[in-house]
């Protein structure tokens, strides 16, 4: 890492998983090689291993920051004094709107945790879980509030959190509806299902 | 093909298709190769052509299977005479207990449509809206009877899909609920949202 100091070094870091994200949307982890990689930011091959240890560790370290960003967003946007309904409206748009706009993040965590390995497989999985937890509290708020009936946190945290990240494999830009006309049909499904 | 027929060729043909889809499932579709699944099933590399053209051919096979499968068994149960209410939610339970049985399928299906060519992928996508029309008929059914307020239909299917899908990624045999539980918290959700 001695000789990557600087702007630069950073600059090339960035590209490497920028790229590397790319690829792996594209075909998969198991198929990406660190020479495509190389190739794809056009560096030689040797380069690519001055900012990435393997594979593994990229893998690790995309969904790493993917996470942890996704984690630090929603609670800079977090309005804990609202109400539950207020703040279950605002993570379903939150949520919608964040991942749509980072469809490869999406598909490389959904799609490629089984292939980490199984340390860092925990360590994604707890910050995922640090993520719903924040889902999981709006729930529980609106439970003991009286707002919303008693409901099984777990479960009820998964499938909401299933159906807003599904938007990201079906919203195309030029689609039928914008992104706020879907947030909307979403807030009414979460809220009051299809019977309303 | 000629030197395989009767019950050795089938039988070697649906365990080549089997150990496929387990090796699809742990690593990835790009990752495996005819090789790796000669040796999984027990057969000479060669004869791994007897049975599959191509693994493009194989993979296409996989999900053309899952998809008329899945069409064909909800068309054996649906109730086409009953309500909107009581068919929405027959159609939440058969969809979780269909995919939790065959979660190789899920994951492939829904993890390798990138993998497949131009062709195939049109063909899986439209025995897909196929599935999915059954849903949008029994919505847009229900609101034409006035039993559901007006809702994007395609939105909607799309989005209680993902959620229904969405068990098979952390449904344990083994975990704190039963499978009639985890579909009667879907069911809820589906019908009246968190609100109730």
Known sequence: MARTKGSVGADTKTAIYSAAK???????????????LAAEVGVQPGSVYRYVESKDELLQALMNQHMVSLIENWEKLEGKGDDPV???????????????????????????????????RADVVTKRSQYEANLRNILSDGVKAGVFPKVDLEVAAFAIIAMLTGVCFWYRPDGR???????????????????G
Chains 1, 2 share one sequence.
């Open 177 to 195: 509806l914008s992104i706020d006309e879907i947030i909307e049909v979403h807030q009414k499904l979460v809220l009051q299902g299809v019977v």
């Open 22 to 36: 790319k690829l792996i949307e594209a075909k998969g982890f198991e198929a990406m090689t660190l020479r495509q």
């Open 86 to 120: 207020s703040r279950l409206k605002a993570f379903v748009a939150f949520h919608i709107r964040y991942h749509i706009e980072r469809r490869a993040d999406v598909v490389i965590a959904n799609l490629e945790l089984r292939s980490l390995g199984e340390d860092y």
